[in-house]
């Protein structure tokens, strides 16, 4: 069957282009050695600097964010380091997957996918830590898995009260640019991000920012590298250049996405989302289902996980979803597959978008033979209206 309209691509990233970002990127490929590229490229790293709020240079790789979290890695750690983790989610525990898959050794803080990290448990394993053997903690600020955002700031308070040395490292794959972020001022030393998400771009890109104290760590880390190596990454950025071919168009996109944010103004971004998410947990609450996350000061402003009721398959909503109205969801991940669906509310997307998800999620729910309380489309509809 031809479906009329555009796709609701509803998932917590890759999220909607702009079309902007769409013809920007569709600009024929220029020389990346000459002057265009390189006021170009210049522009964009102080643009993401700003939005990371860092003074330091940042570097851009031609990789999706995974390739980033192996640079935040490889580029300050040597091998057999020990590293504290705390276990949010699915993106957590592939965080903690990749350092072992380098021999480093992760000491997990177990969660329980429905809470942040806790600061108060992390500042109680680096206080034990007397002999300082941890030498990095990795934390994701939005779990993309359940919809759950962690402190950084109480973390890095956690981490200066047990008066640790080690470097705070921050996975931002799915918050930048949609949720408030500091680098510099919360006190972070590497902080990962990605381009499919609050930066409104295709996948392909992916960001460190860096500290001054992980460039410390940089000098005598020995973990191999090459690609992800800041050395030549920021030597060449110094210069507008990068060390290897760029992926030049999402580059052009990336430009058109700052401009974007930057004209909407990062704080009403974070509004906005902050907006979205509340309308969306006054539909859920409204429905009578219960969103994954437990602690409202926690609360995503970028997804809303939606916990299944018993007896019902969250991927046969979602396909009952794509196939009647065109809207793609996202699956509970790993041990939340089936019980799970994901509501995405980031990037480019308005109060109509947000209306028109919700209204598409209300009647998946009331076809697949969920009883839900038809007034949560309106619950978000009052929000949407009255803030
Ligand atoms: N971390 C988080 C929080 C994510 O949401 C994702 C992807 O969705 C990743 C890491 C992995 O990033 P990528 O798929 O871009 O490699």
């Known amino acids: 069957m031809t479906i009329s309209g555009r796709h609701f691509l509803q998932i917590p990233g890759p999220s909607n282009v702009p079309d902007s970002v769409l013809h920007a990127i569709s600009m024929p490929t220029i020389d990346h050695r000459g002057p265009a590229f390189k006021e170009l490229f210049s522009h964009v790293l102080t643009g993401m600097a700003d939005v990371f709020g860092t003074s330091n240079q940042v570097v851009i790789y031609p990789a999706t964010g995974t390739g980033a ?6 580029n300050t750690l040597n091998p057999g380091d020990e590293i504290l983790c705390f276990e949010t989610g699915h993106f957590s525990s592939l965080w903690k997957t990749m350092a072992e898959k380098w021999g480093l050794k992760p000491t997990v803080i ?121 050395t030549e990454m920021l030597a060449a950025g110094r210069n507008g250049m990068t060390p290897y071919t760029p992926n030049t168009n999402i580059l052009y996109g990336l430009k058109e996405s700052l401009r974007l944010l930057n004209e909407e103004g990062l704080d009403n971004v974070f509004a ?53 109205f065109d809207m793609s969801l996202g699956a509970g991940l790993s041990k939340l597959q089936g019980t799970v669906f994901r509501i995405g509310h980031l990037g480019d997307l308005n109060d109509l978008t947000l209306a028109g998800t919700l209204a598409g999620v209300q009647m998946g729910l009331q076809l697949a033979g969920v009883k839900v309380d038809p007034a949560g489309l309106g619950a978000a509809l009052d929000i949407l209206r009255e803030s």
């Open 69 to 74: 979290w192996e640079a935040a890695l490889v």
């Open 110 to 230: 177990a969660g329980d996918w429905r809470t942040g990290a806790d600061p108060q448990k992390i500042g109680e394993a680096l206080a034990a830590d007397t002999d300082h053997r941890f030498k990095a903690v990795c934390v994701v600020h939005n779990e993309t898995s359940t919809g759950v955002t962690s402190r950084i700031p109480e973390i890095r308070a956690a981490i200066d009260a047990a008066d640790h040395p080690a470097l705070f490292m921050v996975d931002t794959i799915s918050s930048l640019g949609s949720v408030d972020y500091r680098h510099d001022e919360w006190g972070v030393d590497v902080t990962v991000s990605g381009s499919q998400k609050g930066l409104m771009l295709p996948p392909g890109l992916s960001f460190n920012a860096v500290s001054d104290k992980a460039l410390e760590a940089h000098e005598t880390s020995t973990l191999p590298k090459s690609v992800w190596n800041w």
């Open 272 to 324: 906005r989302h902050i907006r979205f998410g509340e309308a969306t947990r006054a539909a859920v609450e409204a429905w009578g289902l219960e969103v994954l996350c437990t602690n409202e000061s926690e609360y995503s402003p970028v997804l809303t996980a939606v916990v299944m009721p018993e007896g019902h398959d969250a991927d046969e909503l979602r396909k009952i979803i794509l196939d009647r």
